[in-house]
């Protein structure tokens, strides 16, 4: 080796440390990306870093002691920084170039190769060096001083700095891998640029060598062309924008899902988001088939690229914005936002709403998809009319069922993100987002499976404003495998069509009459009183025409409505259609349908309905149905009126004898005067799951008596420890902890450590003991029943959000009644040995005083139950007065309304 006298002196910034002896230098830009050049340090070895296996190598290569160490130390001192470097010689074989390097704009700086030598990350080649050089003999020195110190790799311990590097996650493993770090930012050192929007890291500490994705975009890619990779316009320019700020560099890595062998992840340098970055500057679009993936504020990076397109920058050049806006109004000059109230549920994507006007508008879902048939569905059901879409359609049902439950007949927020023109024999379809209580419907159902996102074009910008976050929603639902994603066979709705069919319809008449009122819901209004209703809990769809009363039909094919037809069929449409109703059949005609009344869940009778509105009259037949009076009733209010069909009706038709009512036909009101029997009781315990236990207080003496007689037969007569071996069930004699007196109990479990869990069955409370310390029960003290009974209160229910809001109701309802004295009176059986009562202590209502207090909520589920209608309508007054004032569960808000977590978003 020979050194220049004078040697030129370059600059430069270094953008990569090959390893620790090995530096890439970038030169000053020239128009596009600037020239590099690799330096090899002169004089000195630096250990040599692990390599990975490959088709050439098939074995992996390890560090080298301290490899890692002497490369970290260049790359955290030198990487973006400026520096000054000299060429000593050059290989003509290689054409490896040779020199110094010094940290900074001249030679003054710090010699890098001198500081690898003190650090003992470097030794000194002696074999192409003048022996008696200034440099070489000062390099000699620091490598004495540095192995005399063991510093580096001359230290004992060295051998603990090799690394244990993953090259490669095994597929099977990727997935979790992914799952068990998702969205937790992982500390990772970029070692490759292979593209604008494709990077390789080590992810530390563990040190796994992955390839990365970034979520969400896609820059310019090099194609491969034979033997050459030829880049696509701006791919260099962008590879070149990533290096700069990545290569090399301390970055955090968020890993969001896979593609392939890769992983999709965001990389997070200390400055920012290297995605947005890349939108911004125009280097990168947005892609939708990963966006959903994306973790890190995606309105971020839509801002980002919507920027560079109005600035028209690099991919954007020539970019053209779409005629159509998201805030124009639309063609018919009405707003794009507007409130309505929904009246159907026309599809799993579309939806009917009745205007502030009036009118009825049907409105779709922007960009998503129904459930459909699977591919091969034509070759399973050659004959497609046998097909009913709602019920055959796997996930159509639940997904109609879902928007039925949480819209028909709320008002709804609709903004119209844009309008599909007619195609294919299908019409036009305004397209939009519908919001109800702040969530978004579109996302709701995509997040339940229940419905799939459209993939549009690149350059398509027809699609929902919220289009982001349905593809997050999709992502989310296949990763839960619920709904369409489902892995699981999908078992249909059996469902049997009995319109028209007489036979099957004389088979389910009989017991559809015996069960009195049975739940339905009301999936079509052919007119006033024609409904079809499917009946969930005899999987059937009937007609049921409205029993009592003759209404004017509705138009149908060619034949033109009756006068007030069209306007029946509007007022029951509005009021029950998709609606739960409760139907009650009372015959059937020739043709199979069914005749009954239909009644609301608040109790309104649709045959009422009618007759009141002056929209129906009564039918002879009415006389023999259990509602003459009230449709009588109603026809006269309504003749009084004039009311549609009576509006040319005059007085003294009153006077026909099919419609006249004899006063002594009408039952008397029932007086307000409150008939219930209360017992007098005292609550002996209050358990964790709200349910208490209570002694009928005239059985106090007799108590008494029996527990004195037991004990003392026991003090007598002492039970051997050991001897009783109790099953689950029994009856048997225990010691209370608090007190060490002797108790009846029941065996209620035993475990595996011979523990047994016992309830005190005249107090009700409970414990756990070793059936060593249990006792047999003599005959003699089976005869008094158990005195204590169970018990829970009526018409309401605890709160099911969290466990701190149940344990506060539990403790409410100990305070307010453990150990009192109270009457009860019992509301309905819940079970063979639970009833539902209605507690008073000190003449308060205690069930109402803990929903007033918001420390409990109504059941729902008795809101049909007659027997408790005046308890329910109480109890639901004052809990709306507890949501107002923000008490204890309701404090941050209502927690029975349609929230995020109930429509399946979890952020």
Request: aromatic share 8%; glycine share 6%.
């Amino acid at each position: 080796m020979t050194s220049t006298t004078n040697p030129t002196l370059h600059k430069g910034i270094v953008k990569q440390i090959v390893s620790g002896d090995c530096i890439v230098i970038r030169g000053q830009p020239r128009g596009g990306p600037p020239p590099e050049r690799t330096i090899c340090l002169s004089n000195i070895e630096a250990p040599r870093l692990a390599r990975r296996p490959n088709p050439a190598n098939t074995s992996e290569v390890k560090d080298s002691p301290c490899a890692w160490e002497a490369r970290e130390f260049l790359r955290k001192k030198l990487i973006g920084k400026e520096v000054c470097f000299s060429i000593e010689y050059k290989l003509p074989t290689t054409g490896r170039e040779y020199g110094f390097v010094w940290l900074g704009k001249d030679n003054t700086g710090e010699n890098v190769a001198e500081s690898l030598v003190e650090l003992g990350f470097a030794g000194v080649r002696k074999g192409n060096a003048k022996n008696d050089s200034e440099a070489q003999t000062r390099l000699v020195a620091l490598e004495e001083s540095a192995k005399a110190a063991q510093r580096g790799k001359w230290a004992n311990d060295a051998d603990k700095t090799i690394r244990d590097i993953s090259w490669n996650i095994e597929k099977d493993r990727m997935r979790n891998f992914v799952d068990s770090r998702r969205s937790k930012p992982i500390k990772a050192v970029i070692e490759h640029v292979r593209d604008g929007c494709t990077v390789r890291a080590f992810l530390l500490p563990n040190f796994e060598y992955i390839t990365i994705m970034l979520t969400g975009i896609k820059t310019p890619m090099f194609k491969q062309e034979g033997d050459k990779q030829v880049p696509e316009e701006f791919a260099e320019e962008a590879k070149y924008f990533v290096e700069c700020r990545l290569l090399q560099r301390d970055v955090e890595i968020i890993l969001e899902g896979l593609s392939g062998m890769n992983f999709l992840g965001t990389v997070l340098h200390p400055n920012g988001n290297i995605s947005e970055l890349l939108l911004k500057e125009g280097f990168a679009k947005c892609i939708d088939w990963s966006m959903g993936c994306v973790t890190q504020e995606i309105e971020k990076m839509r801002k980002a690229e919507k920027s560079a397109k109005e600035r028209h920058v690099r991919l954007w050049k020539d970019y053209k914005p779409p005629s159509n806006s998201h805030t124009s109004p639309v063609q018919d000059g009405s707003s794009r936002s507007f409130s309505a109230k929904v009246t159907e549920i026309a599809n799993a994507d579309a939806l009917v709403v009745k205007m502030d006007n009036g009118t009825d508008r049907k409105i779709f879902l922007a960009s998503i998809r129904p459930p459909r048939l699977p591919n091969d569905s034509d070759k399973a059901s050659p004959d497609k009319k046998k097909i009913k879409p709602l019920y055959d359609i796997p996930h159509m049902f639940e997904a109609r069922e879902f928007l039925r439950k949480k819209l028909v007949g709320k008002r709804v927020k609709v903004s119209i993100d844009y309008i599909q023109p007619a195609s294919n024999q299908f019409p036009e379809k305004t397209c939009c987002t519908v919001h109800i209580a702040d969530i978004n419907v579109a996302e709701a159902l995509v997040s339940k499976g229940y419905a799939t996102v459209v993939r549009y074009r690149q350059d398509d910008n027809q699609r929902a404003v919220c289009y982001d976050q349905l593809l997050t929603a999709e992502n989310r639902a296949e990763k839960k495998n619920v709904g369409v994603h489902s892995k699981k066979e999908y078992v249909p709705v059996r469902v049997q069509d009995l319109s028209g069919n007489v036979n099957a319809s004389r088979q389910f008449y009989p017991s559809l009459q015996r069960a009195g009122k049975t739940d339905a819901l009301v999936e079509f209004v052919a007119s006033g009183s024609r409904l079809r209703v499917y009946m969930p809990r005899n999987t059937c769809i009937a007609t049921i025409l409205l029993a009592g009363i003759e209404c004017p039909k509705a138009s149908r094919q060619n034949v033109p409505a009756e006068p007030f037809g069209e306007e029946a069929l509007a007022l029951i449409k509005e009021k029950v259609l998709q609606h739960d109703v409760q139907v009650a059949v009372e015959s059937m005609d020739k043709g199979g349908n069914f005749i009954g009344y239909v009644y609301t869940l608040d109790g309104l009778n649709l045959s009422e309905y009618l007759v009141k509105n002056g929209l129906a009259k009564l039918h002879f037949s009415a006389e023999r149905g259990p509602h003459y009076g009230a449709l009588s009733s109603a026809q006269s209010a309504a003749q009084r009126e004039k009311l549609n069909i009576w509006q040319d009706y005059e007085a003294e038709a009153e006077s026909h004898p099919e419609i006249d009512i004899d006063p002594s036909d009408e039952k008397p009101e029932e007086t307000g005067k409150d008939t219930k029997e209360y017992e007098n009781v005292i609550v002996t315990e209050v358990s964790d799951d709200f349910f208490f236990f209570a002694q009928d207080s005239g059985k106090g003496p007799a108590l008494d008596k029996l527990m004195n007689e037991l004990r003392t037969d026991l003090a007598s007569n002492p039970p051997v420890p050991g001897a009783f071996q109790p099953k689950k069930g029994d009856l048997c004699v225990a010691k209370f902890s608090e007190d060490q007196t002797w108790y009846r109990a029941k065996i209620l479990s035993i475990d595996a450590q011979k523990q047994a869990e016992i309830l005190f069955i005249d107090f009700g409370n409970s414990e756990r003991q070793e059936i060593s310390k249990l006792a047999p029960l003599a005959a003699a003290y089976r005869d008094l029943p158990a005195v204590a009974k169970k018990y829970t209160l009526a018409c309401v229910t605890l709160p099911s959000e969290d466990e701190d809001t149940r344990y506060d109701a539990c403790d409410e309802l100990r305070r307010l009644i453990n150990g009192c004295e109270c009457r009860l009176s019992v509301e309905y059986h819940v079970s063979t040995d639970l009833d539902a009562v209605q507690l008073l202590h000190s003449q308060e209502d205690i069930g109402q005083q803990l929903v007033a207090n918001g420390f409990v909520v109504v059941d729902k589920t008795k809101r049909r139950d007659r027997k408790v209608r005046e308890l329910f309508t109480k109890y639901t007054a004052d809990q709306e007065k507890a949501k107002t004032k923000r008490l204890n569960i309701w404090m941050y808000g209502d927690i029975t309304a349609d929230d995020a977590t109930e429509f399946g978003y979890n952020r």
